[in-house]
């Protein structure tokens, strides 16, 4: 065979060879990249819907802030308390039963009689602070005291408001009173599992009016 035949054979040889050596080292390192991400992946997520719902719209209620705005009518707009009888005063319109309704509904109500002077009033109408919905919380947290109910709260939700638990808290015995039309709910709840996340159905949603107490 002319050696400039063999030659370039033995050079296509070495050429495969190379091929083959560089691919067996690049699968290798695939190999040992993904072993360390699954030896190193100790966070392991799973998402579960959340059962804790609250579909009904907010019902405005005595001493809540609303915010009343009125589209291109500054005059009209403003923040309204709403009052002990349950009314608002909105300018030019005066006093407007406001307690029992929805935002949807008052804004319905109110653009009606705003028509009346302005033409297709545009309004909006929004909770600024909802004073009427609120729990107590008392004994051993570290800000006890009122605070404002939001849609969906839970006690441990709750109890994060009020500054969490002190060192002296017995998060066994804590008790939760509920006033329900002529009666009274009293809830004793072993906090301990909450927190251990054993046992979430201690975590209960709270109702305005609600009164936590931690012993």
């Known amino acids: ?109 109110l653009s009606e009689k705003f028509s009346e002077y302005t033409r297709s009033p545009n309004v909006t109408v929004r909770v600024a602070e909802a004073r009427s919905r609120i729990y107590y919380v008392l004994g051993e947290v570290r800000k006890p005291g009122s605070f404002p109910l939001h849609s969906g709260e839970v006690l441990s939700q709750g109890l994060a408001e009020a500054g969490g638990l002190t060192e002296f808290a017995n998060p066994g015995g804590v008790r939760v009173v509920r006033h329900s039309g002529t009666e009274d709910v009293r809830m004793s709840i072993n906090y301990n599992r909450v927190l251990s996340g054993k046992d979430m159905t201690g975590d209960v949603p709270l109702q305005s009016g609600d009164t936590i107490t931690v012993p």
């Open 1 to 109: 065979m002319p050696s400039r035949v063999y030659s370039l054979l033995n050079f296509r040889h070495r050429c495969a060879v190379r091929k083959v050596i560089a691919f067996m080292f690049l699968s290798a390192m695939v190999l040992a990249t993904g072993s360390c991400g699954l030896l190193g992946n100790t966070v392991q997520t799973r998402v579960t819907p959340d059962p804790r719902t609250d579909p009904s719209p907010y019902v405005i209620g005595s001493d809540d802030v609303l915010d009343v705005i009125v589209w291109k009518e500054p005059q009209l707009s403003g923040r309204l308390l709403v009052a002990a009888d349950g009314t608002v005063t909105a300018p030019l319109i005066g006093p407007v039963p406001a307690a029992g309704y929805t935002c949807a509904q008052l804004q319905t109500d």
